[in-house]
């Protein structure tokens, strides 16, 4: 039985893509169009749904994503909530993730994009 989503990572010429199938869809997964077509969600104590930002499951190598952009992992955040105490930790481990990536690429955009995280997550716990 086949899974009705597939995850494919492909690496062609030292740069990544990710794309996830479905039926006969292909999307790219650093569009637009992603979070269009999918949602990512956590569930709290009780059992209750969040929906998370969809563009931070995929955290390491990201200097390798051609597409990779701030603009659309911090545009992912609009539409999310802070300010339960589990999605901030939540965000909070992206946030470590994405240090630990910084300090083995040096990729400079990767520790600012991780600041401009860690203060909005600040920002919405005071």
């Known amino acids: 039985m086949k899974p009705l989503d597939q995850h494919v990572n492909i690496t062609l010429a030292g740069k990544k893509y990710d794309f996830f199938i479905h039926k006969n ?3 790219n997964y650093f569009t637009p169009e992603f979070s269009k077509h999918y949602i990512m969600q956590i569930d709290d104590e009780k059992g209750d749904p969040t929906i998370i930002n969809p563009y931070i499951s995929i955290y390491e190598n ?9 603009d659309l992992v911090i545009k992912g ?3 999310t909530l802070y300010d339960n105490p589990e ?5 909070n481990q992206y946030v470590l993730t ?3 990536d910084f300090d083995r690429s040096g990729e400079a955009k990767i520790l600012f994009l991780a600041d401009i995280i ?3 997550n600040r920002k919405q716990l005071t």
């Open 87 to 91: 999605i901030a930790n939540y965000y």
């Open 25 to 27: 869809r292909i999307i």
């Open 118 to 120: 860690l203060k909005k």
């Open 77 to 79: 955040f609009e539409d």
């Open 62 to 70: 990201l200097e390798q994503y051609p597409n990779f952009s701030i």
């Open 98 to 100: 994405l240090l630990l």
